[in-house]
T-cell receptor, first 114, second 111 residues
């Protein structure tokens, strides 16, 4: 595709439910990043993937968060047993290669946990 | 760790020049980037300073001084469409695939 796409664009869920967020990076981009942005705040780094390498999970806020990237392309971020404090915009970005400074962001998934 | 400080909000008039500052405390980093984000939109890359000095890209310029732990984004000939939030970001020196962002500066351009 022309840019990074994310789905769903909006998600409303009940506390305690699991949610799965999807990111489709720009074709050919090997690096993929997930960020969380709370209302009026900066971006909080969550996790990155480089190709098919095992990701660095140290930025994930709790063990309820997990992410995977299949075939070095599409990535899913899963939040189990959602809590109200998980409500935020989840942004995905990709870059062409490692050490590339320019990240291309998707439109984000706006998650609201009731 | 990394800590980046930005003013929360800046207001300027159309046609003016505005400077958005970013001061940081880091354990080492590769360079300073700037992103623009319109309300409800995705961040878009504006500029990157790997070395000290000024980088110019059209109406936007970015400056870095490592000795002062300071950088800024300069926007000239402001237009209404420049109303957005602006974030500075650094790539972590210890883990070069981790990025840290400032909390952002909301720029309001008035006619």
């Amino acid at each position: 595709g022309a840019g990074v796409s994310q789905s769903p664009s909006n998600k409303v869920t009940e506390k305690g439910k699991d949610v799965e967020l999807r990111c489709d990076p720009i074709s050919g981009h090997t690096a993929l990043y997930w960020y969380r942005q709370s209302l009026g705040q900066g971006l909080e780094f969550l996790i990155y993937f480089q190709g098919n390498s095992a990701p660095d999970k140290s930025g994930l806020p709790s063990d309820r968060f997990s992410a995977e990237r299949t075939g070095g392309s599409v990535s899913t971020l899963t939040i189990q047993r959602t809590q109200q404090e998980d409500s935020a915009v989840y942004l995905c970005a990709s870059s062409q290669r490692m050490l590339e400074e320019t990240q291309y962001f998707g439109p984000g998934t706006r998650l609201l946990v009731l | 760790g990394q800590s980046l400080e930005q003013p929360s909000e800046v207001t300027a008039v159309e046609g003016a020049i505005v400077q958005i500052n970013c001061t940081y405390q880091t354990s080492g980093f590769y360079g300073l980037s700037w992103y623009q984000q319109h309300d409800g939109g995705a961040p878009t890359f504006l500029s990157y300073n790997a070395l000290d000095g000024l980088e110019e890209t059209g109406r936007f310029s970015s400056f870095l001084s490592r000795s002062d732990s300071y950088g800024y984004l300069l926007l000239q000939e402001l237009q209404m469409k420049d109303s957005a939030s602006y974030f500075c970001a650094v790539r972590d020196h210890a883990d070069f695939n981790k990025f840290y962002f400032g909390s952002g500066t909301k720029l309001n351009v008035k006619p």
